[in-house]
């Protein structure tokens, strides 16, 4: 696997970088379950989002649902599609010949992979919650769950029965973040819970890039690999419904408020 030349690790580690893919998903993860007080920080700092990604708890069973048709999956294709680009503006600058631009996976990789191996599973002290979730991320079980999102998420048949907001959502919170968590490898040291706001420098050395994180997920080449997979999965939903143009996103005045994608002919 070759890494991403230094100029992109240098601005994916930027600490301003680094709270921006942190702040990001953890507004709209996190925002049914916060209480006025926390709610009330986020705003001051200017990161309410748009729209929540995930409902609260269920009143029986706990369980939080995924919201599926209020919009929050085109706000996760369009932010990373966004990050796509400015990598991709620094790639063009570097005119590096070795990588011209963010290139996914044409197919996810098997587990006989040499280039992109599973990393073996790990105990993370003191989390057995992401512990045992990294762990089943890298069964033989996991990658039938991934082969089968894979399938769907790649036939046009099944995406002509998707709207955009429920492609999203569903690849967002199925086959997403087990990537994530599958490629995710043991480290030295893992960031504690805090808050969101006052994330301790020691953080941002650019050798921190583990995948299971978002403070630090995007530094990993591996990332770029994932979203690039991901963000393919637009233009193959636009051509399975006969729509032509490209898309894009009409955003407020902060980062956190992306407005949902929005298909804009030529």
């Known amino acids: ?51 929540q990604s ?12 995924v919201e599926f048709d ?28 070795q990588h011209p631009r963010v290139e996914g996976w044409p197919t996810i990789p098997s587990p006989e992979d040499a280039e992109y191996p599973v990393p073996p599973p790990f105990v993370i002290p003191g989390d057995s919650g992401t512990t045992n979730a990294i762990a089943n991320a890298k069964t033989a079980t996991a990658f039938d769950r991934i082969r089968a999102w894979e399938s769907r998420f790649t036939n046009p048949a099944e995406l002509r029965q998707l709207t955009l907001r ?4 569903g690849i967002e919170y199925g ?29 941002d050395d650019s050798s921190n890039n583990w995948l299971a994180d978002t403070y630090s997920a ?7 690999k994932l ?19 490209r898309c894009r996103g009409a955003s407020t005045h902060h980062g956190a408020a992306r407005r949902a994608i929005t298909i804009v002919t030529p």
């Open 218 to 224: 995007h530094v990993n080449p591996i990332f770029w």
């Open 70 to 97: 209020n919009g929050s999956g085109e706000d996760f294709l369009f932010m990373h599609r966004e990050m796509i680009g400015a990598v991709d503006e620094i790639l063009a600058e570097l005119d590096d010949p």
């Open 54 to 65: 995930l409902s609260a708890p269920d009143p029986v069973t706990g369980r939080r649902s």
């Open 1 to 51: 696997m070759n890494a991403f030349p230094k100029p992109v690790v240098d601005a994916m580690a930027d600490r301003a970088m680094r709270l921006h893919h942190m702040l990001w998903h953890s507004a709209r993860d996190s925002w049914a379950i916060l209480t006025p007080e926390e709610r009330e920080v986020y705003r001051d700092h200017g990161w309410e989002p748009p729209r």
């Open 175 to 203: 086959i997403h973040n087990q990537m994530h968590l599958r490629w995710s490898a043991e480290i030295p040291s893992y960031r504690p819970g805090q808050a969101d706001f006052d994330v301790d420098p020691q953080w």
């Open 227 to 245: 979203h690039g997979w991901v963000d393919a999965r637009i233009d193959d939903w636009m051509a399975a419904n006969e729509l032509t143009g």
């Open 166 to 169: 429920r492609l999203g959502a």
